[in-house]
């Protein structure tokens, strides 16, 4: 298997008193290191959960989630949380920057709780090549929703991942600005053999995608 | 890069503390003035049982440290002899003996005279000071007036007076004693003890080094002297002493409880500031754990935030609380430099340990929630 990340046969039931939700029905899904997946869907229909379940934030309720051929579906709290550190990057559609910290201290959190004397040049480096090389000390409530997803990109990548996740990575910005953060992703998944996997209503991401995955009620089609 | 830079970069917890903090200096404020108030209660307190003991000391001044030897009048015995006087020599192993006959007298200067009691001593240096004029280590001539009677009889040192008919050059006017004494001088004269009629001695006082030597020296004399019949009464006011500092000691522990109460009330608000401010930080704790932050170090993270409330709070209380010891001192005991005593740096210490201890445990409650809440639903919109 050259696959990345994997999901087989996996089931997401919730208990909400009394009623179970099926969230993800049976879902089989892979990708593989420099290729660009979208899940697209209406919402509710299960991709928020497969995105958890595929960074290792949500454990699934049946089937086997394998990173790196590796089967990590039952592994510790603190075992999963290395794992997304050292595989793993995110990006979400608000940003979720720490509103008290530089820029570049935002691209250092990953490194910041362990021994990275690195980090800070990566930090720099990655900053340099998303464009905000004069942006360095600026707090995210000096920059513009563009240049914060930037940050946040360059955040998801300082731990050298193999995989990126992106929840509507473009959702909050005007079109223009999501092709440019669009064109990053491209670049990165070719130049850093990088999987990305992203879940967006963003009809103009399929311009860039290797392949498009649809989820309707948990299930994918 | 400054050391507090570098410090800040080697532990990641402080700095992520320091800036969570500075987001909203009015509530971070607030919670340092609690601990603020909470130190400065603790360890003024502490500082005014001290002041408290100190004054107390003042009055009682070294009684603690001297006993006195009676003939024992019940028993027949009417004064003390030579033997006995060696016997307690022998007794004491550390202090001074000052054997002492008294008697009552007319002494006058000029035309102005009053009867007095007269003390005769071989070695008053042991138990007087001068105020005026020098004590000898042994007195074989001139005399020695107390306090009062050298005020009575407007006496300085160099004066002549006349006691009982012989006349006297005036070596010293010795210092008023406060408090309570065993042989108060202030209203007496100090003679040499041949000049003074009679054998015997009316009591001996003995003046150890300390509290402990007074009480040792005085056992030892009941054992020598009162061996085969109660011939002397021995008086030490150390056990006096001793429960009076064991009930300042009391004193205090109740003031530093007082204070505690403040310091837990305290410990209340931080719990609050820290519980809101982890709610408030949700996502971000979310996103931290997301991207591969441990448990243990978002614990670390807000525990870094308690304690730095703690510390900051602490160490401005104990600024305050040494500026009121001094205000307290110079007012009460006229001495301000009374407040830097060890026994107060300890209150101090004590207090700003507390609160840092008291921030500490009151972020545990908010640090175990921040760290245990799945990052999943921290970052549900």
Do not use: C
């Not at chain 1, 299960?46 to 790196?68: A, I, R």
């Not at chain 1, 991401?205 to 948990?218: I, K």
């Not at chain 2, 532990?11 to 909470?38: D, E, F, H, K, Y």
């Not at chain 2, 949700?282 to 730095?308: K, N, S, T, Y």
């Amino acid at each position: 298997m050259s696959h990345i990340i994997e999901l087989q046969n996996v089931w997401k039931r919730y208990d909400t008193g009394g009623e179970v939700v099926e969230a993800l029905r049976d879902v089989d899904f892979h990708a593989d290191p420099g290729e660009f997946v979208s899940v697209m869907g209406p919402s509710g229909s299960g991709k928020s959960t497969m995105l958890n379940v595929l960074g290792l934030l949500d454990t699934p309720t049946e089937g086997t989630v394998f990173l790196d051929d590796r089967d990590v579906t039952d592994l510790s709290d603190r075992q999963m949380t290395a794992r997304r550190k050292e595989f793993i990057g995110f990006i979400f559609q608000s940003f979720h920057l720490i509103p008290t910290l530089s820029a570049l201290e935002n691209v250092e959190v990953p490194t910041l709780f362990g021994d990275d004397p690195a980090a800070r040049d990566r930090a720099t480096t990655l900053l340099e090549r998303v464009g905000l090389g004069n942006r360095l000390d600026h707090r995210p409530d000096q920059l513009s929703g563009g240049q914060k997803q930037r940050v946040a990109i360059a955040r998801a990548l300082i731990n050298e991942p193999r995989i990126l996740l992106a929840d509507e990575p473009t959702g909050n910005l005007d079109q223009e600005t999501g092709r440019s953060v669009l064109d990053l992703f491209d670049e990165i998944r070719r130049e850093d053999d990088v999987a990305i996997v992203a879940v967006t209503h963003d009809p103009q991401l399929s311009d860039y995608t290797d392949r498009t995955v649809e989820l309707v009620d948990g299930r994918i089609q | 890069m400054n050391p507090l830079q570098e410090l800040l970069r080697r532990v990641p917890a402080l700095l992520m503390a320091r800036r969570n903090l500075s987001r909203n200096r009015i509530r971070s404020g607030l919670a340092i003035l609690g601990i603020i108030i909470g130190v400065l209660a603790i360890a003024s307190l502490g500082m005014f049982g001290t002041t408290l003991r100190t004054g107390a000391d003042q009055q009682l001044g070294d009684i603690g440290n001297e006993i006195s030897i009676s003939p024992n009048l019940q028993e027949g015995v009417e004064e003390l002899t030579d033997r006995d006087v060696d016997e307690i020599r022998r007794a004491v192993s550390d202090g001074a003996v000052v054997p002492i006959r008294s008697d009552a007298v007319l002494v006058s200067r000029g035309d102005q005279q009053t009867v007095t009691t007269i003390y005769g001593m071989e070695n008053p240096g042991a138990i007087y000071e001068a105020s005026d004029g020098r004590v000898p280590d042994r007195l074989r001539q001139g005399a020695l007036v107390g306090s009062g009677t050298a005020e009575l009889l407007d006496i300085e040192p160099g004066n002549t007076i006349a006691v009982d008919g012989r006349t006297y050059r005036v070596s010293a006017v010795l210092a008023e004693q406060q408090g309570i004494s065993l042989v108060n001088p202030n209203s007496a004269v100090v003679l040499p003890m041949e000049d003074v009629n009679g054998t015997g001695y009316s009591q001996v006082v003995v003046s150890a080094e300390s509290g402990q030597a007074a009480n040792e020296s005085a056992v030892a004399i009941r054992e020598e002297l009162n061996e085969r019949e109660e011939r002397v009464t021995v008086f030490e006011l150390q056990s006096i002493t001793a429960g009076i500092d064991q009930f300042f000691g009391i004193l205090n522990t109740f003031l530093i409880g007082i204070g505690s109460i403040s310091l837990v009330v305290a410990g209340v608000s931080i719990l609050n500031v820290m519980l809101m401010s982890t709610i408030e930080r949700r996502q971000e704790i979310g996103v931290l754990r997301a991207v591969g932050v441990q448990r243990g170090d978002i614990i670390r993270m807000i525990l870094a935030e308690a304690g730095l409330l703690g510390t900051a709070g602490g160490i401005v209380g104990a600024l305050f609380a040494l500026g009121a010891g001094v205000a307290l001192n110079s007012f009460v005991l006229n001495d301000p430099m009374a407040t830097f005593q060890p026994i107060n740096f300890f209150y101090v210490a004590l207090a700003v340990g507390f609160g840092i201890a008291t921030s500490i445990l009151s972020g545990l409650y908010p640090a175990w929630k921040a760290a245990n809440e799945r990052p999943v639903e921290a970052l549900r919109k």
